[in-house]
């Protein structure tokens, strides 16, 4: 059976590249709710609004992009409710462009991941020790080459190809991605391998089960932290009519650029490309520098939840005892709703230490600003075809954020 294109997208082209230097690239995402500026950044807004904000204070930040999760508006029992209010724009009132994801990450977050307690990036102690473990514990994600099967809060649920795409189109978001398996960093060759041909065969079937029109969908790349099995999904799903591309999967702590550069080179330049789950600010540098378009991570407003603030100082754990009586801004010129108003440092330290919502809020507006601004300083660095633009603002904040 041949496999259809994703169907129509805003007219004068999806996706424009603007500028180059070396393979980073500026250019922009035409969607129905607005202009994706790329380099770019999706915040999680995991249930349809970022964490620790609402609808108005959403107003105020104005993200360029947020990502929503599939799984957990799947599970929560929302997703009739979502499509009969017109989508996810219309039922949180969101003006941005949305993305959501397939739901193939809780294949690793709800599976090996929890059962081996480790995230999607490994460091190299771990790497070194990584066998294929599949037959040697038990997944409690019940993976078919057709779906998966998650229990979840004592109940099963079951996902697949045409359930992932099904749920989003109904959610209505402007991008959404098709549905893979993510393996785990201590899965080897073996797995990966086998894991490989199960998402190339659901990234076909979901292409298959598009119906909505005005929704881009991305194909996702995998294959951990192989060359051979990156550059084979690379070239498999850059072959397929996908509006954009997604790099997913497991990643090596100091192999981060490689396994970049193998997944982007069977994929097309005309195509955007989207690196999941990675946010780390020395990652993002990386990325863009490899010829990545947009990211997303729950690094800024997660860390913001516990504290933690980005800053031109580095990063500030605001409830140490040493801001306690810090009268200083956070960041002097930062224009974030925390930092143009009259609060202090000492002030959010003690909004912290009393459990105030309202310093999880105003530390992640200000987390938000710092990120937003981040990345319209590497856009302009971008266009300025200079490369020692570029290297300067790098240094800065790998000196910074390493």
Same mark, same amino acid.
């Given at each position: 059976?041949?496999? *259809? ?12 590249? *603007? ?28 249930h ?6 609402d *609808? ?21 029992g ?12 219309k ?8 993305m ?13 991941? /929890? ?7 490994? =460091? ?18 019940k993976?078919? %080459? ?8 004592? %109940? ?21 991605f098709?549905?893979d ?7 080897g060759?073996?797995?990966? *391998? ?53 790099i ?22 005309? %195509? ?8 780390a ?14 990211f ?16 031109? =100082? ?17 960041? /002097? ?21 009393? =459990? ?15 990120? %937003? ?30």
């Open positions: 059976m041949a496999v *259809k294109p994703c169907g129509e997208l805003p007219s004068g082209g999806f996706f424009q590249i *603007k500028n180059k230097l070396g393979r980073a690239r500026t250019g922009v995402i035409k969607t129905a709710h607005g202009e994706i500026l790329t380099p770019g950044f999706a915040f999680v807004a995991t349809g609004t970022i964490k620790s904000l *609808k108005k204070d959403h107003s105020l930040v104005a993200p360029e992009l947020t990502i929503s999760n599939t799984f957990h508006l799947f599970v929560s929302k997703v009739k409710e979502i499509k009969k209010a017109g989508g996810l724009h039922a949180f009132g969101l003006k941005n462009p949305i959501t994801d397939s739901g193939g990450f809780q294949i690793f977050s709800l599976g090996w991941g /929890k059962v081996h307690k480790i995230g999607k990036v490994a =460091n190299n102690n771990v790497q070194r020790g990584r066998s294929d473990v599949a037959g040697r514990t038990q997944n409690p994600v993976i078919s %080459k057709n779906g998966v099967v998650f229990v979840y809060d004592g %109940k099963k649920y079951e996902l697949d190809p045409d359930i992932s795409i099904k749920i989003q189109e109904d959610l209505g978001a402007d991008i959404i098709a549905f398996e993510c393996t785990s960093p201590l899965h060759y073996d797995y990966n *391998k086998k894991s490989l041909k199960k998402t190339h065969r659901w990234a076909k079937k979901c292409l298959e089960a598009k119906r909505k029109n005005g929704q881009a969908l991305f194909g996702i790349a995998q294959g951990g932290v192989y060359q051979d099995l990156r550059e084979e999904s690379s070239a498999v799903i850059g072959s397929l009519p996908f509006d954009g591309f997604g997913g999967g497991s990643f090596g702590e100091k192999q981060m650029g490689e396994v970049i550069g193998w997944s982007l080179s069977g994929l097309p330049e005309d %195509k955007p490309r989207h690196l999941l789950g990675i946010g600010i020395k990652d993002i540098f990386i990325g863009v520098e490899k010829g990545i378009d947009s997303d991570c729950v690094i800024p407003t997660r860390e913001a939840r516990h504290g933690a603030l980005y800053s031109k =100082n580095g990063r500030l754990d605001i409830q140490r005892g040493i801001f306690a009586k810090d009268k200083k801004a956070v960041e /002097k010129g930062c224009k974030c709703q925390l930092c143009s108003g009259e609060m202090k440092r000492q002030d959010i330290y003690k909004m912290f230490k009393e =459990n105030k919502p309202k310093a999880q809020k105003m530390a992640t507006l200000h987390n938000i600003y710092f990120y %937003k601004t981040l990345f319209e300083k590497i856009r302009k660095a971008i266009d300025s075809g200079k490369s020692s633009s570029w290297e300067k603002l790098k240094k800065e904040y790998e000196e910074l954020f390493s």
